[in-house]
């Protein structure tokens, strides 16, 4: 199999592609198929491979792939569940997540630019109409690994960043399962928890919950697709505080974008936040600054005041050079941190 950007000789590709088969059918996470399979038949149509393909995914994903020239893009129902690289499509050039990039982009990936795209859509909501720039917060809190809630943020740390925060940005709060469970897309096995989060939202009126941002758009006739209007969202806005997982790898698309990631384990800080596909999902790539606790997650989180958005991408300004340092994400091909 072609892995990380090896394509070997033309015979090879040749014998490759005429192995992909007609019906591309993904079956996994959010994460990996955002960044295995999403970028994979992307290079497909690119190179007119795709006219003659069905692609097949989870239901509320067809906003990803509705803009490729395939024959079909059909959505299948059913509970997301994590599947071993091995047991992944047998045809995609790279099936490990978590070692792409160590020989740089994978040869046959093309990365769509999910922000000029959505940004092109209308967005008829109160984010739209907000004087201040946008900062989304998201947040999960489900067993991981089969060992409970790991990477999360607590409601005491919410509380301090809303309380902190709100006045200078109109801060978006996201955490699917907080609310009421939406239908309107596959769900990932590992069942959403209680976290007390909304009890401090009740707290901070200036701050939007996505659940009632959604309602309200799906109220007043907007189409019932949580995943465009998310996109949309995402596509006119630079902040974003988020944590480990494929929610975090989605907003790694978004080109310009600063990044506070609360990382409490999880394999991306091997090489998926340097040299791996956060490094290259996005043109330019975002800035990101890791942190492995709430403290210092609060003391990145002053990076969104010291720096600005100019020419549709963040500018950190010299007191945010001096607070990121310690957070960026600084790896060798070993894994071992780089002093």
Known sequence: MLQDGQGGSSNKVLDYVASIPDTLEYKGEFGAELILFLPFVNWLSRTGLLGSRRIITYRGMKCFYDDLKALEVV???????????????????AKDEHTLGRFGPCAFHIYPDLRRKFAALPLQSRVAASD?????IHNKFNSEWNSGPINFIDPATLETIF????????IIYIRHGAGQRNVAYSQDVDGQMDLGDL???ERHHEVLSFDALFAEHVAG???DDINTFKNKIYSRCFYFLSVQGGGCHHIAY??????VILHK?????????????YNFLANPAPIRAICADSDELMRAAALFTES????DRVHLSDKARQIIRPFLPKVNMTGKKIV
Not at 132 to 136: D, E, G, I, Q, S
Not at 265 to 277: D, L
Not at 308 to 311: H, L, Q, R
């Open 199 to 201: 009890e401090v939202l």
């Open 75 to 93: 959505e299948q129902s059913g509970v997301r569940v994590a599947r071993q690289p091995k047991n992944r499509l047998p045809c995609l050039p």
């Open 221 to 223: 006739g907007g189409q």
């Open 132 to 136: 201040r720039p946008l900062l989304v």
């Open 254 to 259: 978004f080109r310009g974008s600063l990044m």
């Open 308 to 311: 600005c958005v100019i020419g």
């Open 265 to 277: 384990r999880g394999h991306e800080s091997k090489y998926a936040y340097s040299e791996g596909y």
């Open 163 to 170: 309380s902190t925060l709100k006045h200078q940005f109109q």
